[in-house]
């Protein structure tokens, strides 16, 4: 009878000095405390949402905080998700700062109510008014195409004029394409959409479907490496991944098509990375400081070329190794309309099934 | 005494009924969303989407079910059935391959068998440059590498199985004059079944789940799909209707394993039990395990921790050891410790509750705790980042929103160990106390609480482990500048840069390596 309680009382010990409710609740403080750290200077930094990737945003925000001593949080992630949190999160958002890969996202949380109109003489004086909102709520940073990157060993330029050749049945699991969730492919079906219209965008958008087969790439990173293995011929992708490939690996075979050039054609297609200061900063100045530091010449300098796009500044020259900016045409569709054509646009990518 | 034990009862009676609340209101959002939706969502779905998705992750799930059964079994047939040198190796080395989360696995595949990868260019070496190997991006692709990634959970049950067998059963088939191959089929098997279909069914459990592994390999299922929806859209409804698809087909899938088990129950009437005799090998035959056995666990283990370690010794990944990479080592330590500590404290009165005072309600409640099971981590996420805006905003953006969903996940697998531990101490030596002048707290202080605390470690470490690796509800609602080795594996590998990678997932790896050795030194029931 008495041996059962005699025998726990040896192993009290351990468990009452564990005593888990109080190493919760110890820990529970801690974590409460943690993400806000002490806040001696508020003012001193800035939260950043960023839909670009960490490794080409991270440096120009160290360069801005070597240089105003403004602390910079990140937060990297994709530029869609990036928006429904931010859209959810409301006016208890802790992010001061938006940068997100693509107008079409810009515009979406502009007409949220997201952002807050900026009125700088800096920013009118740097961005030509073409890559901004009409109120300033958003700052177009640098451009970016989308191009057609063939592998020079297995395609000539002459077989390809225009995207929409690739819905041609000879291209049959030799193209790589983004998959529907990518903004870049969004866009540019958009704009399609805009040039073409919705029967003929409908019947390219199978083509292509059918000729990427399994083919469809997550991160255009992807596409470029699968085109320089030779795994496919082509692929659809923004033209810096396949400069930015080069970068690294001179010797490989790839080749930049930029499309829809031929007399008559729609143009290329372009889209901008941007920047917004959200409505609900307490930090307003400091966001204005680090949009005056990317509209800059030096900031736009470092901003287009660690991600090999075109500065919007018209005073700042883009990386050498790309196809100069006076040589090729752009499609005529206004980047700020890209927004209210998306819907449309993704229910059309759905209704083909494309994945 | 009595208005003590009544207040302390009824108070965790309210844990209870409020931790049961917590799990399953995001279901119930979730289920509330996609029946709101209007129907030209569903018919989108259904006509483009779904086919296809049910399909492949059914399918997915078929493929990994019967190959893991088959690798599971026979190798745990293998290390208990045979004597040979280095068995007792084998035995503990076959469960390592559950520290390996399936995305790191899947990466490392991504790069050995890839187009133009090292594994190709053998190949083409003895075949001739066109030739081609398996695609690690196809279907074959992501079966094998879930595969090796998940047999350990057979294994493990089939061999705990397999060491309390009564071998009686088999001796009297074959003095009927049984052949021995006739005595497996109709008497072992069938006696291991519900050891083996637990195992499948976690196999299946997991695979149904998974999101690292198959977005890595580009292979579209369920879970991805939900995923996709919500990163890739600005509306949720889609991935909620989705995520409702994919919880029934998993509560399909559990009823049909219980309605398998139930038929297959198998007694003991007699007090004669003999164990097995294990048969001692020859050289030949001992050679002949022993590269079975090193295959098996080479491929799931040993080589991806090789490549690993190689990678991790590069001066790529060298350079990013810094300050800030013991940041994520941190982050990942806290997140994972604080999401089973709250696990293990939120299982405990249910499943108290459930054993001791199994009323209706107290078991529905702990019946209603395996929700967490059917509901996939990026639907998790989803309820959890709502409620929370809706419910707790000043929370919002804590770290306390992620170890809600860790916990909500998890809680199952916590359950799992907690259940049995409680069950197997009687009542009577609670009452005992009681009697003997103990109050309530105190009993539960010096009685229960030390009787089950294996139970809880075990618990405590399965939720630490699972959480370490846990991707997508950490992808969607991690606090700004707050990410994890799980995050940091899945965002350098899916731009493939393996080197960078590497220290990351080693050490999520290397972690888990300790608790395995616990876990298999008894009998393991938990996802």
């Known amino acids: 009878m008495y041996r059962w309680p005699r025998q726990c009382s040896r192993t009290i010990g351990v468990p009452v000095r564990l005593n888990f409710a109080g190493v919760f609740a110890a820990c529970l403080l801690a974590v409460l405390w943690l993400p806000t750290p002490p806040e001696v200077s508020a003012a001193d930094k800035l939260i950043v949402y ?21 602390q910079v949080d990140l937060l990297s992630s994709g530029t869609t998700e990036l928006v429904n949190r931010l859209k959810a999160e409301g006016g208890r958002s802790p992010a001061d700062v938006f940068i997100s890969n693509d107008a079409g996202s810009l515009e979406m949380a502009r007409t949220a109510g997201l952002l807050r109109p900026l009125n700088m003489p800096e920013v009118e004086q740097a961005i030509p008014p073409q890559f901004r909102a009409a109120d300033n709520s958003w700052i177009g940073l640098s451009g970016r195409f989308w191009i057609i990157v063939c592998n020079t060993t297995m395609v000539t330029p002459d077989q390809i004029t225009s995207l929409l050749d690739l819905a041609d049945p000879r291209w ?18 958009s704009v399609i959409r805009a040039s073409l219209g919705d029967d003929q965008t409908k019947r390219f958008l199978e083509g292509l479907r059918n000729n990427a087969g399994t083919h469809v790439y997550q991160k255009s990173s992807q596409i470029v490496e699968a085109v320089a293995k030779g795994q496919v011929s082509v692929g659809v992708v923004n033209h810096y991944y396949v400069y930015r490939h080069l970068a690294v690996q ?27 200061i959200l409505k609900h900063t307490s930090r307003f100045d400091a966001a204005k400081l680090l949009v005056e530091f990317l509209v800059a010449e030096v900031g736009q300098k470092m901003f287009a070329d ?11 020259k883009a990386d050498s190794s790309l196809v100069e900016r006076k040589r090729f045409r752009t499609a005529s569709v206004p980047l700020t309309k890209l927004a209210e054509l998306r819907e449309p646009t993704l229910l059309l990518i759905e209704q083909v099934g494309m994945r | 005494m009595i208005a003590v034990r009544r207040l302390s009862v009824s108070s965790l009676q309210l844990a209870v009924l409020a931790s049961t609340a917590l799990i399953l209101l995001p279901l119930g959002y979730v289920t509330a969303l996609a029946l709101s939706a209007d129907s030209t969502i569903w018919h989108r779905l259904w006509t483009t989407r779904v086919p296809e998705l049910l399909l492949n992750t059914v399918s997915l799930a078929g493929a990994v079910a019967l190959l893991a059964l088959v690798l599971g079994v026979s190798t745990a047939w293998m290390v208990t059935r045979f004597e040979f040198p280095g068995r007792r190796l084998w035995e503990v080395a076959l469960v390592l391959p559950l520290a390996m989360p399936t995305y790191v696995l899947a990466y490392v595949y991504n790069y050995l068998l890839g187009y133009g990868g090292p594994v190709e260019h053998l190949w083409q070496m003895v075949t001739g440059p066109q030739s081609r190997i398996l695609s690690p991006q196809s279907f074959w692709g992501v079966t094998i590498v879930m595969t090796l990634d998940t047999f350990p959970f057979v294994y493990l049950l089939t061999r705990s199985a397999l060491l309390s067998f009564n071998v009686s059963f088999e001796e009297v088939a074959r003095t009927c004059g049984a052949s021995q191959l006739r005595t497996m089929l109709h008497v072992t098997l069938p006696l291991l079944r519900p050891s083996i279909v637990a195992g499948v069914a976690l196999v299946v459990l997991y695979v149904v789940s998974d999101f690292g592994a198959v977005s890595l390999l580009r292979y579209q299922t369920l879970t991805y799909a939900v995923f ?5 859209r600005s509306d949720n409804q889609a991935a909620s ?66 490549l690993l370690a190689m990678w991790s010794l590069s001066s790529e990944a060298q350079a990013i050891l810094d300050a800030r990479f013991f940041g994520f080592i941190w982050n990942s330590a806290l997140l994972s410790s604080l999401a089973a500590t709250a696990a293990v404290l939120g ?100 009685v229960t609480l ?44 899916s731009e493939e840069y393996y080197q960078l990678a590497a220290p990351s997932a080693l050490l999520i790896v290397l972690v888990g390596l300790p608790a395995l050795s616990l876990l298999l030194s008894r009998d393991w029931r938990a996802a």
């Open chain 1, 172 to 189: 049959k699991d030799k193209i790589a394409i983004p998959n529907a969730g990518s903004e870049y492919l969004q866009a540019g079906v």
């Open chain 1, 50 to 70: 960023s839909g670009r990737s960490e490794r080409l945003i991270k440096p120009v925000l160290d360069a801005f905080t070597a240089k105003t001593g403004i």
């Open chain 2, 347 to 446: 299982g405990l009165p249910l499943a108290y509750l459930a054993s001791r005072k199994p009323t209706w309600l107290n078991l529905g409640c702990l019946q209603a705790a395996y929700a967490g099971y059917v509901l996939p981590g990026p639907v998790a996420a989803l309820a959890v980042l709502v409620l929370f805006l809706n419910v707790m905003p000043f929370l919002y953006g804590t770290v306390i929103v992620l170890i809600v969903a860790y916990v909500l996940h998890f809680l199952p697998a916590g359950l799992q160990s907690l259940e049995p531990s409680i069950q197997q101490i009687t009542p009577n030596l609670e009452e005992a106390a009681r009697t003997l002048g103990l109050g309530v707290r105190e009993t539960w202080r010096r």
């Open chain 2, 228 to 232: 996709q929806q919500m990163t890739g």
């Open chain 1, 306 to 316: 660690l991600d090999k796009e075109y500065p919007l500044h018209p005073e700042v």
């Open chain 2, 450 to 493: 030390p009787l089950i605390r294996n139970g809880m470690i075990v618990a405590w470490v399965l939720i630490f482990l699972q959480t370490m690796k846990e991707l997508p509800a950490t992808l969607l609602l991690r606090p700004v500048g707050f990410d994890t080795l799980a995050i940091r594996v899945w965002l350098e590998a």
């Open chain 1, 250 to 276: 001179p010797t490989a075979p790839l080749g930049v098509m930029m499309p829809d050039q031929q007399a008559g054609g729609m143009g290329a297609i372009m889209n901008v990375a941007g920047i917004g």
């Open chain 2, 241 to 306: 209707i989705l995520s409702i698809l994919l919880v029934v087909l998993a509560l399909l899938f559990l009823l049909t394993e219980r309605w398998f088990r139930r038929k297959s129950r198998f007694y003991q009437t007699t007090g004669r039990y003999r164990a097995p005799q294990r048969i001692q090998c020859e050289w030949w035959h001992a050679t002949a395990l022993t590269a079975c056995l090193a295959t098996v666990t080479g491929l799931a283990f040993g080589i991806p921790v090789y």
